[in-house]
């Protein structure tokens, strides 16, 4: 039986490069699988397939009487629906332990690392497969995205000497250069509806059984937003009334200043302040050094909500 190798909902860069590295290897040691997703590429991650010349994985939303390799997440909430009418065998991931469980035993590569693409390549090692070129590419991009270049205070010395290893054997030779390069693509948001901006990298949480989604736009500059702001902070608050989120937050995120302006529209309106102990003005405020959601953001709400 075949394994599929699959990210979270609205995949990003990790996701997918993830689950094209780990099936590749899981492939070299004799477990057939193939990789999926559940969303569509984002910019980012269409910049980094074509750079290395890869199609998207197969789209595929069901997973029911299915073996399913994690990446990236243990939420429930950004994992298949039909989930638990499949067998999950493995999870490789770098967030917090979610909610996810399984009914049979499985293997988990889970490390306190800046990307599950570096998690990948410690299993690359540890199997002693050699990793293609592009492959590589792919590997060392995603791992650039999730450490904002290095910038992210979740990037970890892991991350640097993977993304230098996996430079060599991609033949990329300004890796900094690459990563600047996609997060300018990143920063081209004009001309896209203010949904598909929200929705571009969001995630669910449910804390404490509050649901809160949080989006975030990482950019070289917050200015691209000047014109759009407001549309923005209209479609949060549309969102939120339209589902049954306690919270919906937007991080729009300054690559090169390092720190996040946070839009957000909530049931507790003083959230911002009990979380991050900087009150909002009409629904808007600047977060200094706030780059990470996983590390700066997501901990101090669950704080609130526990
Ligand atoms: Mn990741």
């Keep these: ?6 990210g979270h909902k609205i995949p990003d860069s990790d996701s997918i490069c993830g ?26 991650t269409q910049f980094i397939l074509d750079r290395f010349g890869f199609e998207a994985p197969e789209l595929k939303m069901s997973y029911a009487g299915e073996e399913v390799y994690i990446v990236d997440h243990s939420e429930l909430t950004q994992a298949p629906d039909d989930i638990a009418e499949a067998t999950i065998v493995g ?17 988990c590569w889970i490390r306190p690392v800046g990307c599950s693409n570096t998690v990948i390549k410690m299993m690359y090692d540890f199997y002693n497969v050699d990793i293609p070129k592009d492959i590589a590419g792919i590997m060392l991009c995603a791992i650039l995205s999730d450490t904002v270049i290095f910038k992210s205070p979740t990037c970890t010395t892991a991350d640097i000497r993977c993304v230098e290893a996996l430079a060599e054997i991609a033949g990329v030779e300004d890796f900094k250069a690459l990563g600047m390069e996609m997060f300018k693509v990143k920063s081209a948001v004009g001309g896209t509806a203010p949904r598909d901006l929200v929705m ?13 989604g949080i989006g975030q736009l990482e950019v070289v500059d917050l200015s691209v937003f000047d014109n759009i702001k407001a549309d923005l902070e209209a479609d949060i608050a549309a969102l939120k009334a339209e589902g049954n989120r306690h919270t919906v937050m937007l991080l729009l995120t300054d690559i090169m200043k390092e720190g996040s302006e946070l ?13 991050y102990d900087i009150a909002t003005e009409n629904g808007r405020a600047w977060l200094p050094g706030v780059l990470s959601r996983k590390k700066q953001v997501v901990p101090p709400l669950q704080g609130v909500f526990a």
């Design 91 to 107: 999870i490789v991931d770098h967030h917090k332990l979610g909610d996810l469980t399984t009914s049979t035993p499985l293997e």
């Design 1 to 6: 039986m075949s394994m599929y190798v699959v």
């Design 200 to 212: 571009r990298d969001f995630k669910d949480f449910n804390m404490n059984g509050n649901l809160v």
């Design 19 to 44: 689950a094209i590295a780990l099936a590749y290897l899981k492939n070299q040691i004799g477990e057939p699988a193939k990789a999926s997703r559940l969303g569509e590429p984002s910019p980012e």
């Design 263 to 275: 839009l957000i529209v909530s049931d507790d309106a003083e959230l911002s302040k009990k979380a």
